[in-house]
């Protein structure tokens, strides 16, 4: 059933007014004429000591490897052997051949799957059988949702193949994770990864459990079949003659496997493993292994208590906490010419963070192997989803976000002549860093609906260099959601300010301590305006001392402490609170391309009126007098849409709960967000449109009665408000915060119940 026919059209209809249009309430607004702007005359700010970056420069950039192709949504992609070609896989089940060209403009068609695809190999003798195997999903949460299936072409030039060639291979259950990686093994058998089927924490604990095919790499005979099966299991499989298993499996005790390789030197088998909360790995596959999922993640304890399999837990070869690192894409071993100083290196990269980075595996004199050289090599702004190699070994990677295809180059020299300042007193953002006074020409700015930051009282300012303005455009990804206003381009050099602070005792101002000093810089970088250019920004922390008088830049890691907390709701009256100072790849998770990198300095969220000082105005009508824009605005604010505050009780429960899922949720769930489920929490998106309603979960169940993400009447069936409300593993949001915010649960819970009531 659609959700469009759930929802009763008077919903969608108020959803929509609600949601999109600002209500003409000027004396709200604050924009009636007689008003006076909250800054007279603009203040130059030319004191920018913020240049290049503190961190070692990489040797590696990328760059396209193939300009002129572009695909949506790309999962997968493989080499074509015999053709000099690759085959690439698009998320919604469309199969593409390009001829391994760097100025190619054609992209043929193989076959449209019209489902999702995961992964896509060709057979080592295609040229001759015009076999190729596609692993798929044909619903979601389903017993046999996923498949393995054979397609013949029917046509060489170009290479075409029908729905009707399909032969299916195997099924397995469907659920959160889903594997998919394929790939022909040096021994001429299929390898095939399956994820966990769950979304959290193994519900279906079959981590452990031989009896299943979940959770495992499977290696099958696809040129021969046994009675009943369109295959064969290989004799020497690991578990072949063990009662109760699967002889199918090669290694288990995987969550999920995002892409594996044969290093084509040695065909040591290499996979990376996405974590759960903590942690991202790289393994070297030995038959028979046993990976420790969900007893263990990585090396760490996950669920000690649970039952293990029958063979040791093998450790791996390389372990990234998520500090750094996030959703690892396995690679491959580098075997090509182009960058020699490479050979031999294993490359692999993250997909929410973009940074890239490889090592060298010793196999001797250490019978367990020898790790060397393992560094980061680029740092890109990519969502990199899958990596191939040509016979030549040289790399591609795949970019999910862009849809295009990028190589490792060699970084440019790096000219920086300036230190990267050290103390937050040395940026030039602040005239008095101990009484927090900003330089002259930074305007101070507040938001409709505030991040939850566990308690924290924001400070913010924009850093404009000079006279440059702030642009409008049209350049969302990968499209501007129905009803979004423009968005913001800034210049070069913009730099973005938030100070953290904490009151000591809850609700006395005076004992407030500032915590941190958070900034966004913005670098042009060379590229396209509006994909790697305009859009990059980096983030840094300043962490404040004890003694309030200066802030120090935090290294790249991270770091958390420790507060007492003066509370008379908490036990004791006491509260402990971990604060958590983020490392500049967790910066990278919410600041993402789909958000635009910028979550509070746009439309939406400053079309409001603030307080400059005794002067109280609508922020965008300062801006446009101010002379910030490019252009006048494109209407009065009182046509322009906004957010609302969620802890105003006095608006509408609807626009106040849609507020805030869109500012504490929304840089993940949309589109190319990085979010795994699949939904988009954006305010200006009727309801019926962010694929929420009724929808079965693709994370897990929690051992929830038949929960959806959301149940218009039951918030206790609601996954929404279930991980809202949750502590600890599976709690949203999973970066950023350590409190529960009870208000938002309760304003949530309260809107899931009404929606019901509106819904009769």
Known sequence: MKVSSIIPSSIIRATVFLCFLTVALQSVLGDTPDKPTGIQKRVTWNNLHIHGTPDPPNPYATQIAFPHLKFFEPLAFSWIPGVDRYAIATRPGKIFTFINQHNTRTKDLLIDLKRTVYGVVMHPNFSKNGYFYVSSITEADHPEGSRLSRFRVTSRTPLTASLESEQVILKWPSGGHNGGCLRFGPDGYLYLATGDGSGIADERKTGQDLSDLLGAILRIDVDHADKQKRYRIPADNPFVSRKNARGEIYSYGHRQVWKFSFDSATNVLWAGEIGQDLWEMIYRIEKGGNYGWSVQEGTHPFRPQRPKGPTPILKPVIEHSHEDFRSITGGFVYHGSRLPELKGHYVYGGYDTGRIWGFRFLERPDPRGKVINHHELANTQIRLVAFAQDPAGEMIMLDFAGGQLHQLVKAPPVTQVKPFPRK????????????????????????????????????????????????????????????????????????????????????????????????????????????????????YTYVWNEEQTDAILLDSGGLNREFNVRDPEAPGGVRKQVWRFPSRAECTLCHTMASKYVLGVNTLQMNKTHDYGGVIANQLDTLNHLGIFTKPLPKPVSELPRLINYHDQTQDLDRRARSYLHTNCAHCHQKWGGGNAEFQLQANLALNQTGTVNTPAGQGTFGLDKPALLITGSPERSLIYHRMAKKGLGHMPHVGSNVTHQQAVELIQQWIQQLASEEK
């Open 424 to 539: 937050l007193s040395e940026t030039g953002l602040f005239s008095s860093t101990v009484q927090h006074r900003p330089a002259p020409g930074l305007i101070p700015y507040s938001v409709n609906a505030p991040l939850w930051s566990d308690h924290a009282i924001k400070d913010r300012f924009i850093a404009l260099p000079g006279k440059e303005q702030i642009d409008f455009d049209t350049v969302t990804y990968p499209q501007p959601p129905p009803g979004a206003p423009p968005g913001w381009q800034f210049p070069d050099g913009t730099v973005l300010v938030k100070t953290f602070s904490l009151e000591m005792e809850v609700g006395n101002p005076k004992t407030a301590r500032r915590l941190e000093t958070r900034i966004l810089h913005h670098e042009r970088m060379p590229g396209e305006e509006n994909q790697y250019g305009a859009q990059v920004w980096r983030g």
